[in-house]
């Protein structure tokens, strides 16, 4: 039977580290001795590669480095904190989280994937990948909420019955798929014949079949989404996800983040088009 959850788990699975012996290395080599390194309780490693980037686009890591610098900021929150307010975007591009989400579906998949930029993608294949037991998320607006009226309220439970009906349904197409075709997806039969018959099969699931995948974001491309994709207008699942990912972001990394606000339910920057 068809099963139905309402969560969707959103991990970081990697984020930048820095390496402080290399970035010591670096740095005493542009004759930057005076700077210190903060440690990572102070900075984030992500928001401090981004420092470190900026910094030495102007060579102002220290007074004296570069002529034109007479004055450095020392705090380093500060100095994120302006250059998010400068727009000086392209230093965020070094940056990187990597999430595995798992639950989304293919709708979601189909709205995040429109975002290249600066974002890496390895979705679930459901070439390779046969279903047997299905999983799917119900829309939020399906759901109960305690200001609906009896009409909403009967209306929503109508419509939750069809959409479970109808993943059943998939989920018996499946059933009766592989019960013909038992002998070529025997473990004998070879992985190339399992795959053509899987890639066939798969053309009467629907798109909000319970999938995943691995996306690597920048921190510029993470702004951006976030800030797009939690907005009011959004589909519902996708702002379902990144709310998750904007208050992993702001936890995670402060400094660079910690300028988003909740308002109404959306992730709002004070600084837009960084």
Excluded at 42 to 60: F, G, R, W
Excluded at 108 to 128: C, D, L, P, W
Excluded at 154 to 175: D, G, H, P
Excluded at 208 to 229: C, D, K, M, P, Q
Aim: aromatic share 10%; proline share 3%.
């Amino acid at each position: 039977m068809a099963t139905t959850f309402n969560e969707i788990s959103v991990r970081v699975l990697a984020r930048t580290v820095v390496d402080r012996e290399a970035v010591r290395n670096w740095l005493d080599e542009m004759g930057a001795d005076e700077f210190e390194i903060p440690s990572e309780e102070t900075v984030s490693d992500p928001a401090l590669l981004v420092a470190l980037a900026a910094k030495q686009c102007y060579m102002a890591f220290q007074p004296g480095l570069n002529p034109n610098v007479n004055k450095v900021r020392k705090d380093m929150v500060e100095y994120l904190d302006n250059v998010l307010k400068q727009r000086h975007g392209s230093v965020m591009e070094h940056g990187v989280f990597t999430f595995g989400i798992n639950g989304c579906s293919r709708v979601f998949t189909g709205e995040m994937n429109r975002h290249r930029a600066g974002v890496g993608i390895s979705e679930r294949s459901m070439r390779y990948i046969r279903y047997t037991d299905i999983k799917f998320w119900m829309p939020e607006c399906f759901r109960d909420d305690d200001t609906d009226t009896p009409e909403i309220t009967e209306k929503k439970r109508e419509s939750r019955e069809i959409l479970v009906a109808q993943f059943e349904s998939q989920e018996n197409m499946m059933t009766r798929f592989g019960a013909i075709w038992k002998k070529e997806l025997s473990p004998e039969s070879t992985f190339h014949a399992k795959k053509v018959l899987t890639s066939a099969f798969r053309r009467g699931i629907g798109m909000g079949i319970a999938t995943g995948g691995v996306w690597s974001l920048n921190l510029r491309a993470l702004r951006h989404v976030i800030a797009l994709r939690t907005d009011a207008g959004a589909e519902e699942e996708i702002v379902h996800v990144f709310k998750k990912v904007g208050k992993i972001m702001v936890a995670q990394v402060p400094e660079l983040f910690g300028d988003f606000k909740e308002v109404n339910g959306a992730f709002v920057p004070e600084y837009w088009k960084v």
